[in-house]
């Protein structure tokens, strides 16, 4: 039995893994290199490249150029000094006068003073070293100078100008040049100088698209970072264009992919009794909503059917998806086979757990959790259960799908919240089984576009009908001025019995001291409000985390302020009042997860949105869309018109996660071309072995698509 187990571990190595690279053709070798292959990158500039490139085990050569200009400075604009617009880049030619060195102990800049025909400016340089000074602007010469100039005291001032040249350094400096998002360590002259060998090093590579563009793959690169002119290196330049087109090509040919090799292997149907439903279904203390029935009809039906199910379920905060999964669980369930529930965090799979497991006991189910929490006995004992199918649900993280989490037999994989996985998860826990049906639930409806980025053409069904019962919340929008007056209210309320999140914002960036922002409101609501008060962030220890959660959820504490660990799913109907400050940092989707916190019991609920002045226009209107509407299939749209998609799938910068260049905002239009040619591609030729196939194995590959490959390649 071991040695079986152990067999079928190796034959079902989830599919993520990265390809060999071996399997990687040759010509992309000189794109795959190692960026320290690079004239003038040692190791210890590797370092700050790695964090530039989000690749903390080794930039390459094509991670590199993927790093397209955040903007460009035009060096074009020579005009005299009496001609120049102050807080313009501008380049001058200028005659250097005398050096006023910074004097002993003072933090004056070292100031040059020089002049044209037309008038004076005067340089400033902080920190400068005299004689290094001296070299660089010789009295009595002529250099030129580029920058920006601003006004002094009534006087043109550049400080710190970017370049100072001569006649022959003039010849040479760039009309435009490219300016790059950077990280600490790094100057805009070590990324300039790294592309401009990256793209010495790497080869032309033969054309993937059925089209061909007029500018090559190579030259658009070649484009994008060494422009002529600012529509070169802008996305809405062609060069930039045909990259997006690539990359969203590239994903939609990895969906087509998958969806034509899911297909292809037909599905075993799991026909239930209705038993196990039925059971569940009368220990509800409530009916189902009409789209919940609808959408277990449909469920129930691809379940059931030879081909295997790929769905999504899309659902506002609160529409109730849980009991949906637990009965699509308990089809599989009745057909004497298993399902998994994997959720994004640790927080999320015990909230289903604890959901689940009443309703999974009264109707005779053997339900489990699996966490990276889960360790030595206890957790060898649960995969043995697995492994037997003495488990009949079992709900976790990621951990679920890691080597070693074996199943007697998997009918069903359950992924909520899906877009904070990829597809590589998605296959990976499906490969858990034998052509295992896969469901996907989204906490935030997707716009149409979205979904066909992100899942393809998958089935799906919307719970549009909140259940029954739920109060409309009242949402305000409240400068954090006025936060005097939300704790007096707050005061009122907490009196009254009732219960209250307070939300503090946890962006990336700047990590440390937003912590130390939550931790210092716990303080001061703590002085108000004495043990009352409850603190959950991020970086708490997993048992901490749970108790702040349980001693809030059982009415310990009334008031928890937490971080945006709450966001995603978690289930307290008590609560009835959420504060969110600084609102103006989260993005509408998130804003609308978050006040889904509340109104999920009877009690009529409040959402105050403390907004720190002044208020960007678009901010000004994400808290107004929220103010107005409750739907969020409705708010996502909004989302998308207002900010990109970036916030729609609840990431907090406007990128489009998962995407290195395309920009939905810009190349959306390019998406249904995109996928039509991607589909077009694989109904031709389904393995990719045609004349063509090879072309655009490379673009899987260049965009790392490549699981798509590994598709191809199991057959
Ligand atoms: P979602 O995961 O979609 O955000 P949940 O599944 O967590 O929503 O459901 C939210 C709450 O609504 C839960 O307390 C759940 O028990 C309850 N609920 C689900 N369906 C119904 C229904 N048809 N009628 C009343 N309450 C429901
Ligand atoms: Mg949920």
Redesign the pocket.
């Known amino acids: 039995m071991a040695d079986a187990r152990a067999d079928r571990t190796i034959a079902k190595r989830p599919p993520f893994v990265h390809l060999p690279g071996i399997m990687r053709p040759d010509i992309l070798n000189s794109y795959f290199a190692e960026i320290t292959g690079l004239p003038g990158i040692g190791p210890k500039l590797a370092r700050p490249f790695n964090r530039l490139l989000g690749r903390e085990d080794g930039a390459r050569v094509l991670d590199l150029l993927l790093h397209l200009p955040a903007s460009t400075i035009d060096r074009r604009a020579r005009p005299t000094l009496s001609e120049v617009v102050p807080d313009t880049v501008v380049t001058v030619k200028i005659h250097v006068d005398r050096h006023v060195p910074t004097p002993p102990g003072s933090r004056a800049p070292y100031r040059v003073y020089g002049h044209d025909a037309t008038g004076d400016l005067t340089l400033a340089f902080f920190k400068a070293e005299r004689s290094w000074m001296e070299r660089l602007l010789p009295i009595g010469e002529t250099r030129w100078v580029s920058g920006t100039v601003t006004l002094y005291d009534g006087m043109a001032q550049m400080v710190h100008p970017d370049r100072v040249v001569d006649a022959a350094g003039l010849a040479r400096l760039p009309p435009i040049e490219p300016l790059y998002p950077l990280v600490e360590g790094l100057g805009q002259g070590h990324v300039r100088r790294a592309i401009e060998a990256a793209l010495a090093q790497v080869g032309d590579l033969p054309e993937w698209r059925a089209e061909a563009p007029d500018i090559g793959f190579l030259a658009a690169l070649r484009k994008v970072h060494q422009p002529r002119d600012a529509l070169d290196a802008s996305p809405l330049g062609p060069a930039w264009q045909r990259l997006a087109y690539d990359e969203l090509l590239a994903g939609q040919l990895a969906l087509a992919l998958l969806r034509a090799s899911t297909v292809k292997q037909a599905g075993r149907p799991s026909l239930g009794d209705g038993a196990v439903s039925a059971r569940i279904l009368a220990a509800?203390?409530?009916?189902?909503?009409g789209s919940?029935t609808e959408a277990l009809k449909a469920i129930r039906a691809d379940l059931g059917s030879e081909d295997r199910m790929l769905r999504l379920l899309q659902?506002?905060?609160?529409?109730?998806?849980?009991?949906?999964?637990l009965l699509a669980a308990a089809t599989v369930i009745e057909a004497g086979r298993q399902a998994a529930l994997m959720a994004p965090t640790e927080i999320l799979a015990r909230?289903h757990m604890k959901?689940i497991a009443p309703l999974a006991e009264k109707a005779g189910l053997t339900v489990a959790l699996l966490t990276g929490r889960e360790k030595g006995r206890a957790r060898a004992e649960l995969l043995a259960r697995l492994a037997d199918g003495a488990v009949d649900l079992v709900i976790g993280t990621h951990a679920l799908f890691q080597e070693g989490v074996d199943f007697h037999d998997l009918a069903l994989a359950i992924v909520?919240e899906q877009h904070r996985f990829g597809v590589h998860q998605r296959l990976a826990l499906a490969a858990k089984g034998e052509a295992v049906d896969v469901l996907v639930?989204t906490?935030t409806p997707i716009p149409r576009t979205l979904v066909l980025t992100y899942f393809g053409d998958m089935d799906s069904s919307e719970?549009r009908e909140k259940?029954?019962?739920?109060q409309p919340i009242d949402t305000r929008a409240i400068p954090t001025d006025r936060i005097d007056e939300i704790v007096a209210r707050l005061g009122r309320a907490l009196e009254e019995g009732r219960r209250a999140y307070w939300i503090c914002p946890l962006v990336e960036e700047s990590e440390t001291s937003d912590l130390a922002a939550a931790q210092a409101r716990f303080g001061e609501l703590q002085a108000h409000f004495g043990a009352r008060v409850g603190l959950v962030h991020g970086k708490m220890k997993g048992a901490e985390k749970d108790a702040a959660m349980a001693a809030f959820a059982a009415g310990e504490t009334q008031l928890l302020v937490a971080t945006t660990v709450v966001e995603v799913?978690v289930?307290v109907?008590e609560a009835s009042i959420i504060v969110i400050e600084h609102a103006e940092r989260f993005g509408l989707a998130q804003l609308h997860q978050l006040r889904?916190r509340v109104g999920?019991g009877s009690e009529a609920s409040t959402c105050v949105l403390l907004y720190r002045r002044p208020l960007g226009e678009i901010a000004r209107q994400r808290l107004e869309a929220l103010r107005s509407s409750e739907d969020g299939f409705f708010l996502a749209e909004q989302d998308l018109k207002l900010r990109g998609e970036g916030d729609v799938l609840g990431t907090r910068q406007s990128g489009f996660p998962g995407f290195r260049l395309a920009r939905l905002d810009v190349h959306g239009d390019l998406l249904v071309q995109a996928r039509a040619e991607a589909l077009a591609a694989v109904q031709n030729d389904s393995d990719l072995q045609g004349p063509r196939g090879a072309a655009l194995r490379l673009l899987l590959h260049v965009f790392e698509r490549d699981v798509a490959v590994k598709l191809l390649s199991a057959g």
């Open positions: 509800l203390p409530f009916s189902l909503t919940q659902g506002d905060v609160g529409s109730g998806k849980t009991v949906v999964a909230q959901t909520d639930m906490a719970l259940p029954a019962g739920r799913g289930d109907p889904g999920r």
